[in-house]
């Protein structure tokens, strides 16, 4: 039986959906199929990003900052957008049954020192774990969709 195909789409699919990707990934196991792209995508990962997830045991450096035009043509069934733009350029796709926003702060918009910078990464970072870790548990339990 094929897995069902969870997309995360942010703006520039650099730092937040990346994020949200490698921990619905590393949540869900080999239950979901899990992807992530941006509707004007930046072209890299965010180098915070990868070292706050890195904090946590996760692994983003492999991860490649993609426009969602690449899975226009794909079987979606679950698009999760992660901030307020994205949601609002959110086409549908082949197959998508179901559709989620969750927005989160963008970290890369943070100021100060770098070490303020970091905390703001890891603030949203926790946030995100908490929301993808407990949607993965519904999905394991059969009430997530």
Not at 55 to 80: C, H, M, P, Y
Not at 94 to 100: A, D, K, L, T, W
Not at 128 to 135: K, P, S, W
Request: charged content about 25%; aromatic content about 6%.
């Amino acid at each position: 039986m094929k897995k069902p195909t969870v997309l995360i789409l942010c703006t520039g699919n650099s730092c937040r959906s990346q994020m949200a990707e490698g921990i619905l990934r590393e949540a869900a196991g080999d239950l979901l199929e899990v992807h992530s792209a941006g509707s004007s995508p930046a072209g890299f990962v965010h180098p915070h990003a990868v070292a706050v997830m890195r904090e946590i045991g996760i692994d983003i450096s492999g991860q490649t900052s993609k426009s969602l035009e690449a899975f226009l043509n794909r079987e979606v069934t679950t698009v999760i957008t992660v901030c307020g733009n994205a949601d609002r350029a959110c086409p549908m796709f082949p197959g998508q049954v179901n559709r989620h926003h969750w927005g989160f702060d963008d970290p890369a918009r943070a100021g100060g020192t770098g070490e303020e910078v970091l905390e703001a990464f890891r603030e949203v970072r926790d946030e995100m774990r908490r929301v993808f870790e407990a949607y993965a548990a519904g999905f394991r339990e059969g009430r997530a969709q």
